[in-house]
């Protein structure tokens, strides 16, 4: 197994150095996405679902950028460790406040704080107003594969922040605040008579959902080389819903699989129907849910024993 995680991603590295740049770019962009649903995984484990995620992915899509138009700063580890910081502290923040609430509620709180974030930004000339903030190209990447194209260096540290990602949440899922995550789905009443607390679960869950969501922020902005209030808008965090639906939630390796095939569907609706696009999608999300209602979690699981497969990915998820 161990040997499995270094020699999949040497495998992948040499494969993706021969890729040519759009497709390299596809590729960060979704890794970077793919930490935004592991986040959105983790409420989802808890029963929740978060249609305003997309204000987490924005805060850390403009921590470069304002590191780079302020201070100057444009060292790509420096805004990743600025964007943890950020988002540690607002994740904490709102989640003292919407750990109390569950179902629509929870949803719709969050959908409200990133259209508020979303119009603010809108008007702060500050941080671009409407047009936006350019990020400046990240610097103290020349350790990473040193004759390689600064968009491969990118999708290299996206590649090992996102395996490390999914190692995290993988062993959390084992974790005693992971198995209990999934008690507060099913009944959080008896979590609190188990001596537990439904609500400091759930705020630990939305503060690593936040945590990861904002990384993946700063990787895409990183990639993309500038940010717009259009990341915190309503219809990018359901695009993560949509994607956290197609993965499934029961197996965090099929995050990124389903992230990349969610952008590689829409990049090729988008070029041969480019009025259409949208109908494409829907049609896609909904033979998803009829025909793979687990997901591409389903897989993963198909070809093992359901006693291994069981212990490998938790407690079953009811959507």
């Given amino acids: 197994m161990i040997l499995s995680y270094v020699v999949a991603p040497f495998v992948a590295f040499v494969i993706a150095s021969l890729l040519p740049s759009w497709s390299l770019y596809l590729l960060t962009i979704a890794l970077a996405k793919s930490l935004v649903v592991l986040g959105l995984v983790l409420l989802f484990r808890c029963g929740l679902v978060s249609f305003g995620h997309g204000l987490f992915y924005c805060i850390g899509a403009y921590t470069p950028g304002i590191l780079g138009r302020w201070l100057g700063v444009s060292d790509a580890f420096v805004s990743i460790a600025a964007g943890l910081l950020v988002t540690i502290l607002l994740g904490t923040l709102l989640g003292l406040f919407l750990a109390r609430y569950r179902g629509v509620f929870f949803a719709m709180f969050n ?26 190209r990240p610097s103290g990447l020349d350790f990473i594969a040193g004759g390689g194209s600064e968009t491969y260096r990118i999708f290299v540290l996206a590649a090992v922040i996102v395996a490390a990602g999914c190692a995290f949440v993988d062993r959390y899922f084992r974790s005693i605040i992971g ?141």
């Fill in 111 to 136: 959908l409200a704080l990133s259209m508020i974030l979303y119009g603010a930004l809108l008007k702060f000339q500050l941080l671009g107003g409407s047009a936006g903030l350019r990020v400046p």
């Fill in 179 to 319: 198995l209990r995550s999934q008690g507060v789905a099913d009944n959080e009443i008896r979590i609190d008579y188990l001596g537990g607390s439904a609500w400091s679960t759930v705020l630990v869950n939305y503060v690593v959902s936040a945590v990861l969501a904002g990384t993946g922020g700063v990787l895409s902005a990183l990639a993309t080389g500038y940010v717009t209030p259009e990341l915190t808008y309503w219809t990018v965090s359901g695009e993560f819903v949509f994607i956290t639906v197609l993965g499934g939630a029961t197996n965090v390796w099929a995050v990124p699989l389903a992230t990349l095939l969610f952008e590689s569907v829409r990049l090729a609706a988008g070029q041969l129907v480019p009025h259409f696009w949208q109908m494409i999608l829907g049609a896609f999300l909904l033979l998803t849910i009829v025909f793979l209602p687990g997901g591409l979690s389903g897989f993963f699981r198909a070809g093992r024993r359901p006693a291994a497969a069981e212990q490998a990915a938790g407690p079953d998820f009811k959507y």
